[in-house]
């Protein structure tokens, strides 16, 4: 019975809105503010189906979205997540800077809205005349169109805690293993180490 609905729904779903579909996924701006279920989901399920209900989805746990403002609010609301901790939740501030791999890109209130994938940099955080710094290895910036901007970073730490001595050493070494690499993997992450350290370098000299 649900493998049959299943296959219905699909056909229905490719069939009428394959299309509104893959637009609706990127325009962040005109997502319903809502947490709740698709309703189109819900219409096509109990087209098939009245006796069985309808699966939860992952937008039935999704916390509401703020909706947009109709002006430009004075702060950015900013969330800072890494795999094992969340460094900042919906805090306030007046500006962010993250190492985007198009280059250094500032977030202020009513950026329009985005999706930067992140290099190895510094990403700042600035707060009036406060400035937190951070080094995330790699991630993404989604910057919604209600001022609000969630970081996702692989690794971070906050700048004012890396040993200076320690990245020159593994820069160092890093250096000496890609000189030496034989293989096209021991090539890339060697590479990779390369890379991550002399942004460290550059970073903590910059």
């Known amino acids: ?19 509104s579909m893959s637009r609706r996924a990127l325009a962040t701006a005109q997502a319903p503010a809502e947490a709740g279920e698709d309703p189109a989901f819900l219409e096509a399920w109990k087209k098939v189906t009245t006796i069985i209900e309808p699966p939860q989805t992952p937008m039935s746990a999704m916390k509401p979205r703020p909706p947009t403002p109709a002006s430009i609010p004075s702060k950015l609301t900013v969330n800072f997540v890494l795999p ?13 800077m993250v190492p985007a791999t198009t280059g250094l890109m500032g977030i202020l209130p009513g950026h329009v809205s985005t999706i930067a994938e992140l290099k190895p940099g510094v990403m700042s955080v600035h707060e009036g005349n406060d400035v937190t710094k951070y080094f995330v290895s790699s991630g993404f910036a989604f910057i919604h169109a209600n001022s609000i901007a969630d970081v996702v970073a692989v690794e971070a730490v906050p700048l004012d805690q890396i ?41 903590l000299t910059g």
């Open 163 to 203: 040993d200076q001595s320690l990245v020159q050493k593994g820069l160092a070494e890093f250096t000496a293993k890609l000189g030496s690499a034989s293989t096209d993997l021991e090539k890339a992450e060697a590479q990779i180490g390369v890379d991550v350290h002399s942004a460290l370098s550059a970073a």
């Open 84 to 96: 094992y901790k969340s460094e900042i939740t919906d805090k306030e501030v007046d500006m962010v």
């Open 1 to 19: 019975m649900l493998r049959h609905a299943a296959r219905r729904l699909a056909s229905r779903a490719a069939a009428a809105g394959s299309g």
